[in-house]
C-alpha cells in the first residue's frame, strides 16, 4: 500500500483489514493470513527467537513484495517519484512549523 501525506494520505478503512486480523478484542483468536501456500497474506506471525535473532533485533520487516515495482520498467517516471518527494517533504515541513508553533512560550 502506497500512502503520501497530501494526495493520498492514511485513512481509518486502510487499517480495517489489520484491525479485523488482530483481533483486539481477543488475540488468541489471531490467525496468521500468510503461509508458504498463501505467500501474498497481509498478516503474519514471527517466533520470538526468529525476531531477536534478527540484526540488532529489528522489527524493519517486509514479505510481502510490490510487484509492479520489482521491474524497473514499470516504476513511476522520476519527475513523478520527485514530485512525490518534494509533496511528502513540504506536508512534513507543515507539521514542524505547527509544532514549532505549539512549543513556542506564548502557547505555554
Not at 498463501?38 to 534478527?54: C, F
Not at 524493519?60 to 514530485?83: G, H, K, N, Q, V
Not at 507543515?94 to 505549539?102: A, T, Y
Request: charged content about 40%; hydrophobic content about 35%.
Amino acid at each position: 500500500m502506497h500512502f503520501t501525506l497530501k494526495t493520498d494520505p492514511l485513512k481509518r478503512e486502510d487499517l480495517d483489514e489489520f484491525v479485523r486480523c488482530y483481533k483486539p478484542e481477543n488475540r488468541h483468536d489471531r490467525k496468521a493470513t500468510w503461509s508458504e501456500k498463501t505467500p501474498d497474506g497481509r498478516w503474519r506471525a514471527y517466533d520470538y527467537e526468529d525476531l531477536v535473532n534478527r540484526d540488532k533485533a529489528s522489527l524493519d520487516i517486509f514479505w510481502l513484495r510490490d510487484e509492479s515495482l520489482s521491474d524497473s520498467d514499470t516504476l513511476p517516471a522520476p519527475e513523478i517519484i520527485a514530485a512525490e518527494i518534494v509533496e511528502d517533504l513540504e506536508a512534513a515541513l507543515e507539521q514542524f512549523r505547527e509544532i514549532l508553533v505549539d512549543l513556542s512560550p506564548a502557547n505555554a
